[in-house]
């Protein structure tokens, strides 16, 4: 004969915390089996396989009594269907035995006569577990039902394993008669509880009292001023706590599923009035409840179709009709109503604790009963704005109310909390440290020493549990290390732990303690005599209440878990999205909208052990989630910061001097006075007159946008999903850096068609514009955007930007180089000399841009100030590119006529040879001379863009241009080239420019032995075709611009500075001088003859020509006025200034 089974041997606590854990694990796969089978993409291939179409039929048809000999055709597939469809099958077979293992369990605690011992209100973790269990069984098999291809899966596998065993798997005919008896559960399961019927009544008549006082309407709550710390200030400190405090922040949610679940496993009882009004109570509150995740249960009508069945259950139909009824017209307002009270008490939560971090320790309760509020709110309003009611009730506003615009404020608001927990951990640690040692061991010594008669198990739980505590005290929590702290062994030289460990971040663990605990409440049986905690309820308050504090020590991760849990999110990605997107339309509610990245990190929470695969592809959702929250987060901030920038360029632009010759004229016009105020409010600044502040205008709201906007922006540095962090305003950064980028080139407005382009001084005044609004974020978000300027900045002074778009420096170099310049040769465009500008010959209109507006000091200037000494660097090696190429033809050219050129370098003396050898030059001449001319206008635009970079530089760096300036007066070690090119680089002016010897070096390489001849040969061929311009008609000299129309001027600029690199480039610097001298003395003698020339078509424009010479030795830092004199009468060059002023006054 077997003996009674004894409580204190049969772990009933740690089977019931095994098993739960366990469910959950299998509820996991069974969840993604049902999702995967669902799903034609990932649904096992073999379920879909036209061939095999008729053998699963047959299969689901014939199930579970399936001939293997039917099914032929799957034995050429037989291994694959088993290696393919194992995981599914052992999955199913777990289920099995996680049934066997439940079934057994809830019979040994019938046995043990527990049903005495279950009461929420004095064994909470007994009671919980066992209704968790309870649920998650009916909630396992309700879900098994719904796999839609479970026979076809199982009777597959099976048949694939006989014919590659020669007999089925074992485990099949008990788990085909399971999916059988199970394709009604409901009416299964109630077949089953019918032996448990007085356990699972007693453990559900626990929560009459606490169920109705949970589920109270939110006038209750205001009435009560439910969560608030203000209400009664004299308590302020005093702490929140009740008798019993885990059903204080035990989910609605779970308490409503137990209830209406709970009951129709023992549907008989629902002919007592109390319990049919408490089942009919948690049929109002909504139309769907939650399964697992986001498998819900339409509750009613699973009820009703249950009921149908049961004659004698008939009458109650009409109660569950007029439940829903009510549900769908009252639940989605009364939960409208909690969230509105929830958002406020939260809010006041945290503002109060953000201030007074100290009153987390006695208010504890109050944050996590908010918290578990809040999420039961959540929930609600995700599965039921989801799932809609399945029939409509006329009063019913349920859609309306199913939209809650304001949710991100209370999800913020939860997030908040949570963060304050988290943050200040240690004042919770210290609190309730001292708590458990200076109160609640002493009470529950002084309890012990009360009860008589205590059996030895709970003697020496009891002891140790007061010992443990006992030993707590302050200095624990300022010593020791990052070990766990065994409270029965680490103790002080006075045998107590000391609070001091907390400061210094050790690990408590007093798991132990709880888990003896729940031991307790499992002894407390009918059949056995000893501590009965029904008879000793302060007891149970005591030690639920030291429970609590001990949670607050080591186990408040979890509690955060327990009670604000939103990983649920991963499985409502949808509305996850909607939400945030209709938070980010909304302004009002734009500062909450961080919570939506901060609940992505929740999502780990959601995955188990039992279930690795899912890991991955949650992790992979919550990081791809987070990362499309923060960029569109970032983007709409870029995009409100992009507007105001606009808008203030478009203000800045109305302050530009050309928008004030309209002003001036209407000033000058006699006009109406109406007329007058017209044109005043047209002034720039009329935008900031206000008749009234409550007049709000765009830009009000937008920078209020912006402010709420970077509010959640700015609220926390960094966001932990998984392993990963992502920092909100690095992607801020990312936005405005890409958003100015392209704004800058935009700004340009170069249009390659019309060549049109915008002024560098007006693109300055709108870049300061923009940058100024941009230095204004840092009043809203914690960044520094002189690194946005810095990296912008800085890429557009190169040719490309780091995406290889084209900068500012691309687009302005190659209008000047391509559009400008070349302009210029074509004519019609003159580089004047005392106005340092090129300026347009032709009347306004007829070029499509002035000239002048885009080269003088200012616009140079500018350009300077945005493209920098680098940018400056690559226009100048493009001109010099182009400066090359006209070099190379002009070799060309001095190669074909060697011969020629050679005879007259040394026959320069004698006239009539000369002339002889110039007429065989003739038709290379015009080439030559414009070539040079191209080389000169090149030049003296470089020369423009070169003082105004150096002004530039001396506003910006006036120390460093003074240290250059003194090494180009002392070169230190002779390297001239070296101080050249720092100098040149800073815009000063060098006898031999290095940028043109590099690029010279750059398009050949050796240096040939000739290279020196034809250098000096193309000196000889410039000099002698200098008279040639006399001819011209365009040779002109303008003395408004101190320039010849045909920009021969430039020719002088354009001699000096070739011909010093070319000789440099040669190796012969130090002939540079001798070398000018002698094309001085060519040229001198070719014009000299001029003067003896009678026709004049030759000799039209011989003054302008006399000019030129006397520029050329103007420009140049190796010939001096005395060497033109000697070369030529300088009375020539006198009488021919007089006589161009004076043709210039009379034309």
Not at 218 to 233: F, G, K, Y
Not at 522 to 537: E, F, I, K, P, V
Request: proline share 3%.
């Amino acid at each position: 004969m077997s003996r009674a089974p004894i409580a204190t041997e049969q772990k009933v606590a740690e089977k019931l915390t095994i098993l739960n854990d366990r469910c959950i694990g299998i509820l996991t796969r069974i969840y993604n089996i049902k999702k995967a089978c669902g799903d034609a993409k990932s649904k096992p291939a073999f379920l879909s396989d036209k061939s095999l179409e008729s053998c699963i039929k047959h299969i689901v048809r014939k199930f579970p009594n399936i001939d293997s000999k039917s099914l032929q055709a799957l034995s050429s597939v037989r291994t694959d269907i088993m290696k393919s469809l194992s995981l599914y099958y052992y999955t199913f077979v777990d289920l099995l035995d996680l049934k066997d293992h439940i079934s057994e369990l809830l019979t040994l605690m019938g046995v043990l006569g527990m049903h005495e011992s279950l009461d929420i209100g004095i064994s909470y973790d007994l009671t919980k577990g066992y209704l968790d269990l309870v649920i998650n069984y009916v909630t396992l098999m309700v879900l098994l039902s719904r796999v839609e291809d479970r026979k076809a899966v199982l009777g597959l596998f099976n048949a694939a394993h006989e014919m590659v065993n020669n007999q089925g798997d074992p485990s099949f005919p008990r788990l085909g008669q399971m999916i059988m008896d199970y394709e009604v559960p409901l009416k299964k399961l109630s077949e089953e509880f019918v032996p448990h019927t007085k356990l699972l009544s007693a453990a559900l008549s626990s929560l009459h009292q606490l169920y109705p006082r949970r589920n109270l309407k939110a006038d209750q709550w205001r009435a009560a001023q439910m969560l608030s710390l203000v209400n009664n200030p004299s308590q302020l400190l005093n702490p929140a706590q009740t008798d019993t405090m885990p059903c204080e922040y035990l989910s609605l949610d779970t308490l409503e599923r137990w209830i209406s679940l709970g009951y129709l496993l023992i549907p008989h009882t629902l002919q007592n009035p109390q319990v049919l009004d408490i089942w009919t109570q948690t049929l109002q509150t909504g139309w769907v409840i939650t399964l697992f995740r986001d498998e819900v249960l339409h509750i009613h009508s699973f009820i009703q179709s249950f009921l149908e069945t049961r004659k004698e259950l008939s009458k109650r139909v009409s109660d569950v009709k007029e439940s829903y009824n009510t549900a769908v017209s009252t639940a989605p307002l009364m939960h409208r109503e909690r969230r509105k009270y929830l958002r406020t008490a939260l809010k006041e939560l945290s503002l109060i604790l953000t201030d007074q971090p100290g009153l987390l320790g006695p208010k504890a309760l109050f944050v996590f009963m908010g918290l578990s509020f809040a999420r039961d709110e959540v929930l609600w309003l995700l599965r039921h704005h989801e799932n809609p009611p399945l029939q409509k009730v006329k009063s019913g506003k349920s859609a309306e109310d199913l939209v809650d615009r304001q949710l991100p404020e209370l999800l913020f608001h939860m997030e908040e909390l949570r963060a304050l927990v988290k943050k200040y951990s240690q004042v919770l640690q210290r609190y309730y440290i001292q708590y458990l040692n200076g109160y609640d061991a002493i009470a529950l010594n002084q309890l012990m020493q009360s009860l008589q008669n205590l059996p030895e198990d709970e003697s020496i739980i009891l002891s140790s549990m007061c010992s443990e505590i006992g030993q707590l005290s302050v200095k624990q929590v300022d010593e020791g290390g990052s070990q766990s702290i065994n409270l029965s062994s680490v103790t002080n030289e006075n045998g107590q732990l000391t609070v001091k460990q907390v400061d210094e971040g050790s690990s408590f663990d007093f798991r132990g303690i709880r888990l003896d605990w729940f031991r307790i409440q499992a002894y407390s049986t009918q059949n056995r005599t000893g501590l009965q905690l029904r008879d000793n309820r302060e007891m149970a308050a005591l030690i639920n209440q030291i429970v609590f504090h001990t949670k607050m020590v080591d186990y408040l991760d979890e509690m955060l878990n327990e009670t604000s849990d939103l990983s649920i999110f991963c499985f409502f990605s949808k509305q996850f999205e909607d939400n945030f997107h209709m938070c980010l339309e909304f302004p009002a509610q734009n500062r909450y909208i961080i919570a939506f990245p901060l609940i992505c990190s929740h999502m780990q929470a959601c995955t188990h052990e039992v279930c690795p695969e899912e890991r991955y592809h949650i992790r992979e959702r919550s990081l791809s989630v987070v990362n499309m929250f923060l960029e569109e987060m970032a983007k709409e901030a870029k995009n409100i910061i992009t507007t105001i920038c606009d808008e203030q360029c478009i203000l800045s632009d109305k302050l530009l001097p050309k928008h004030t010759v309209p002003l001036i004229l209407s000033h000058k016009k006699k006009e109406k006075k109406k007329k007058k105020e017209e044109a005043a409010e047209g002034r720039p600044g009329h935008e900031s007159y206000r008749k009234t502040r409550e007049e709000l205008t765009t830009m009000d709201k937008l920078h209020m946008a912006l402010t709420e906007l970077c509010f959640a922006i700015n609220y926390c540095s960094q966001v932990q999903v998984w392993e990963y962090t992502f920092a909100p305003r690095e992607y801020l950064y990312q936005h405005l850096e890409q958003r100015f980028a392209r704004a800058l080139v935009g700004m340009v407005m170069y249009n390659e068609t019309t060549s049109e382009i915008a002024k560098p001084s007006e693109l300055l005044t709108s870049v300061r514009t923009y940058m100024s609004v941009l230095q204004t974020v840092e009043n809203y978000v914690h960044i520094d955007i002189t690194r946005v300027f810095n990296n912008v900045l800085l890429q557009q002074t190169q040719l490309q930007d780091s995406h290889g778009e084209k900068t500012i420096t691309a687009l302005y170099n190659t209008w000047y180089a391509d559009i400008l310049l070349r302009r210029v040769s074509a004519g019609h465009i003159v580089f004047s000399k005392n106005q340092r500008a090129f300026v347009s010959l032709t009347s306004e209109g007829a070029q499509p841009f002035a000239a002048e507006e885009f080269s003088d000091v200012n616009e140079l200037r500018a350009l300077a100030e945005l493209i920098g000494p680098y940018g400056m660097k690559a226009l100048n090696e493009n001109l010099m590119w182009h400066i090359a190429n006209q070099v190379q033809e002009l070799r060309r050219l001095v190669v074909i006529n060697k011969e020629v050129l050679l005879s007259m370098r040394t026959n320069f003396d004698k006239p009539e040879q000369m002339k002889d050898l110039f007429k065989k030059l003739q038709p290379e001449v015009d080439s030559v001379l414009s070539r040079m001319q191209i080389i000169g206008v090149i030049l003296c635009f470089r020369q423009l863009a070169q003082e105004a970079l150096t002004d530039a530089l001396e506003q910006r760096i006036p120390f460093l241009m003074s240290s250059i300036a003194d090494f180009r007066h002392h070169v230190p070690n002779g390297d001239t080239m070296l101080v050249n090119e720092m100098s040149s680089a800073a815009g000063h002016r060098c006898e031999v420019d290095p940028a043109l010897v590099h690029v010279l070096r750059a398009h050949k390489s050796e240096v040939h032995d000739d290279e020196f001849i034809v250098t000096c040969l193309l000196m000889v061929f410039v000099a002698v075709s200098i008279p040639k311009l006399a001819r011209m008609d365009s040779t002109c000299y303008k003395t408004a611009y101190q320039s010849h129309a045909n920009n021969s001027h430039c020719l002088a600029l354009g001699i000096n500075t070739l011909f010093a690199a070319l000789f440099t480039y040669c190796g012969r610097a130090q002939d540079i001088e001798e070398r000018l001298k002698e094309f001085l003395a060519l040229a001198s003698s070719s014009l000299l003859r001029l003067g003896k020339e009678n026709d004049k078509e030759v000799i039209k424009h011989r003054d302008a020509t006399y000019i030129l010479l006397h520029e050329i030795v103007g420009e140049s830092p190796f010939l001096t006025m005395d060497l033109l004199e000697a070369c030529f009468p300088y009375a020539l060059i006198r009488n021919a200034y007089h006589a161009v002023h004076k043709a210039d006054q009379h034309g």
